[in-house]
């Protein structure tokens, strides 16, 4: 039985193994998310930008959207392969997600010497919610996730060797991070600061190091700047692309009216001086909130006990790096909620995993602790309950509103391309082959449908309504009042409905096409 379990426990402290496992299991959890999903919301904006780029190059993929790295990827995919420009995207995303786990553990080798934790650190990352909770959408946020941790390995890399191979794997990765994501911007500049903090090397040595991780950056400002003084109309072309003050005054103004509003309607007299302080803390206190739920409870005070079981963080250079990383994130998260006044998970993911990287060193140690000696078959039932929870996760989710497929497919059969038709989701445009073609309105998805908008509406054949089942009643009533518009087919699954109302007299001669994709 010894000699079983010292078998076991060898292939389970295998680096290479753990590598094969954690991209075999995610891989395997995207594709079983992906399997009956509906695309979100966002996905329409890459799928329109790759059609674009299909039909009508560069050009016309920039009209539609002005970071298509991703949506190009997507079409290049698509057309090497022979598949849809859906089934590229997610098996993008299926590929970023099943190396993701692999390169953190990677990143967590690289930065502690401890190789006793390799089984907790994997299974750390591979069951963190906030990374799970996007595996069926058709985002780019993972392949920012995906090359920024991949520069951030590189850049450990560079930090022990000084190999000038390693600079330059890292500005390639950062790179390719900020064709994803332009927030890559932040890592490109600052995390080559760091190198004036970590490591003991003289004021020469650093200035080095840092002129060797940013020498294409450097080479490609000098040459872009070469080039636009001796070409005016590229100059003038820049100048008219780089964003006015007016985005920065319109979000000032935005939380000047926001502290005015909270003063006038919430706060008493006594206190409204006081209301600029009280929402800017509010929005941090949200931003904390949001970044402690993608982090995950559990972690947390799994984190809380092995310190008190003085599990620490070894600060070694390579942790030192990652959180100079963390305080990057964090001052461009802090910016963005005071700006932009909301903040979703997804766009702590990075964060959260960055911030994983360093607690789950703790905890490896504390869970180390107790059971220096443990059995492998324990070691391996960690790896069998990791599976079922994941198993869990994609079992127990709730319903896809596979509703919007079926109502699109009706539409696709029982209208032309021409048919003007106003629509509440814009994944319909999708579903109902109305993307690039058709004669399609698009109207806000939180929009209560009012006297006023249904006379808008009128010069439409059908209208597409998609909501909830509780809110049905209330985002129709008016359509019903009118009698312009009769149900004629409904669609659902668990809480989401999608009706469809008939207009037989449309006034066809005033429509207008507002479909925001082409």
């Given at each position: 039985?010894?000699?079983?379990?010292?078998?076991?426990?060898?292939?389970?402290?295998?680096?290479?193994l753990?590598?094969?496992?954690?991209?075999?299991?995610?891989?395997?959890?995207?594709v079983?998310?992906i399997?009956?999903?509906?695309?979100?919301?966002?996905?329409?904006?890459?799928?329109?930008?790759?059609?674009?780029?299909?039909?009508?190059?560069?050009?016309?993929?920039?009209?539609?959207?002005?970071?298509?790295a991703?949506?190009?990827?997507?079409?290049?995919?698509?057309?090497?392969?022979?598949?849809?420009?859906?089934?590229?995207?997610?098996?993008?995303?299926?590929?970023?997600?099943?190396?993701?786990?692999?390169?953190?553990?990677?990143?967590?080798?690289?930065?502690?010497?401890?190789?006793?934790?390799?089984?907790?650190?994997?299974?750390a990352?591979l069951?963190?919610?906030?990374?799970?909770?996007?595996?069926?959408?058709?985002?780019?946020?993972?392949?920012?996730?995906?090359f920024?941790?991949?520069?951030?390995?590189?850049?450990f890399?560079?930090?022990?060797?000084?190999?000038?191979?390693?600079?330059?794997?890292?500005?390639?990765?950062?790179?390719?991070?900020?064709?994803?994501?332009?927030?890559?911007?932040?890592?490109?500049?600052?995390?080559?600061?760091?190198?004036?903090?970590?490591?003991?090397?003289?004021?020469?040595?650093?200035?080095?190091?840092?002129?060797?991780?940013t020498?294409?950056?450097?080479?490609a400002?000098?040459?872009?700047?070469?080039?636009?003084?001796?070409?005016d109309?590229?100059?003038?072309?820049?100048?008219?692309?780089?964003?006015?003050?007016?985005?920065?005054?319109?979000?000032?103004?935005?939380?000047?009216?926001?502290?005015?509003?909270?003063?006038?309607?919430?706060?008493?007299?006594?206190?409204?001086?006081?209301?600029?302080?009280?929402?800017?803390?509010?929005?941090?206190?949200?931003?904390?909130?949001?970044?402690?739920?993608?982090?995950?409870?559990?972690?947390?005070?799994?984190?809380?006990?092995?310190?008190?079981?003085?599990?620490?963080?070894?600060?070694?250079?390579?942790?030192?790096?990652?959180?100079?990383?963390?305080?990057?994130?964090?001052?461009?998260?802090?910016?963005?909620?005071?700006?932009?006044?909301?903040?979703?998970?997804?766009?702590?993911?990075?964060?959260?995993?960055?911030?994983?990287?360093?607690?789950?060193?703790?905890?490896?140690?504390?869970?180390?602790?107790?059971?220096?000696n443990?059995?492998?078959?324990?070691?391996?039932?960690?790896?069998?309950?990791?599976i079922?929870?994941?198993?869990?996760?994609?079992?127990?989710?709730?319903?896809?509103?596979?509703?919007?497929?079926?109502?699109?497919?009706?539409?696709?059969q029982?209208?032309?391309?021409?048919?003007?038709v106003a629509?509440?989701?814009?994944?319909?445009?999708?579903y109902?082959?109305?993307?690039?073609?058709?004669?399609?309105?698009?109207?806000?998805?939180?929009?209560?449908i009012?006297?006023?908008?249904?006379?808008?509406?009128?010069?439409?054949?059908?209208?597409?309504?998609?909501?909830?089942?509780?809110?049905?009643?209330?985002?129709?009533?008016?359509?019903?009042?009118?009698?312009?518009?009769?149900e004629?087919?409904?669609?659902?699954?668990?809480?989401?409905?999608?009706?469809?109302?008939?207009?037989?007299?449309?006034?066809?001669?005033?429509?207008?096409?507002?479909?925001?994709?082409?």
């Amino acid at each position: 039985m010894k000699s079983t379990d010292l078998q076991i426990g060898n292939l389970l402290n295998n680096e290479k193994l753990l590598y094969l496992l954690l991209i075999s299991i995610s891989a395997a959890f995207s594709v079983a998310n992906i399997q009956g999903s509906v695309i979100n919301r966002d996905a329409i904006v890459y799928l329109s930008t790759a059609e674009a780029f299909l039909q009508g190059g560069l050009s016309a993929t920039l009209q539609i959207y002005g970071w298509p790295a991703y949506a190009i990827l997507g079409a290049l995919l698509s057309k090497t392969l022979n598949i849809s420009i859906e089934n590229s995207f997610y098996l993008i995303n299926s590929i970023f997600y099943a190396v993701i786990p692999a390169v953190f553990l990677k990143l967590y080798t690289t930065a502690t010497n401890n190789r006793h934790g390799l089984l907790i650190a994997a299974l750390a990352s591979l069951l963190l919610p906030a990374f799970n909770g996007y595996r069926e959408m058709i985002i780019r946020d993972v392949g920012y996730w995906l090359f920024s941790l991949f520069a951030l390995l590189y850049f450990f890399q560079f930090i022990r060797t000084q190999k000038t191979s390693h600079a330059l794997q890292w500005q390639l990765a950062i790179a390719a991070a900020f064709m994803f994501r332009s927030e890559a911007i932040a890592w490109i500049i600052g995390l080559p600061l760091c190198l004036f903090w970590v490591g003991n090397f003289t004021l020469s040595a650093r200035l080095k190091s840092w002129l060797t991780c940013t020498s294409i950056y450097i080479c490609a400002l000098i040459a872009a700047c070469v080039f636009l003084l001796i070409n005016d109309a590229a100059l003038e072309t820049l100048l008219k692309k780089i964003p006015s003050t007016e985005a920065f005054t319109n979000s000032l103004y935005s939380l000047k009216t926001a502290q005015e509003n909270m003063a006038t309607y919430v706060l008493n007299p006594f206190s409204k001086e006081y209301a600029p302080f009280i929402l800017n803390v509010g929005l941090i206190a949200h931003l904390i909130h949001t970044l402690l739920l993608a982090v995950s409870w559990p972690y947390l005070v799994f984190t809380f006990i092995a310190i008190r079981k003085n599990a620490n963080i070894e600060w070694t250079d390579e942790n030192k790096i990652a959180l100079w990383a963390i305080a990057i994130n964090l001052a461009m998260l802090t910016t963005f909620v005071l700006a932009q006044q909301f903040m979703i998970e997804r766009y702590t993911v990075l964060t959260a995993l960055l911030i994983l990287l360093l607690i789950s060193q703790p905890i490896s140690d504390w869970a180390e602790s107790i059971w220096p000696n443990a059995s492998a078959w324990i070691k391996y039932g960690l790896v069998f309950i990791a599976i079922v929870l994941m198993v869990d996760i994609v079992t127990t989710k709730n319903p896809p509103p596979t509703n919007l497929i079926s109502a699109g497919e009706w539409l696709k059969q029982n209208t032309t391309p021409y048919t003007p038709v106003a629509l509440s989701d814009n994944r319909l445009l999708h579903y109902s082959g109305r993307l690039r073609e058709g004669v399609t309105c698009l109207i806000d998805r939180d929009l209560r449908i009012s006297l006023a908008s249904t006379d808008k509406l009128k010069a439409y054949a059908y209208l597409v309504i998609q909501t909830k089942q509780k809110s049905l009643q209330q985002d129709t009533m008016h359509l019903v009042q009118e009698g312009v518009f009769h149900e004629i087919k409904t669609f659902k699954r668990g809480e989401s409905v999608t009706v469809i109302f008939k207009n037989e007299t449309p006034q066809i001669e005033q429509v207008v096409s507002c479909n925001p994709y082409r």
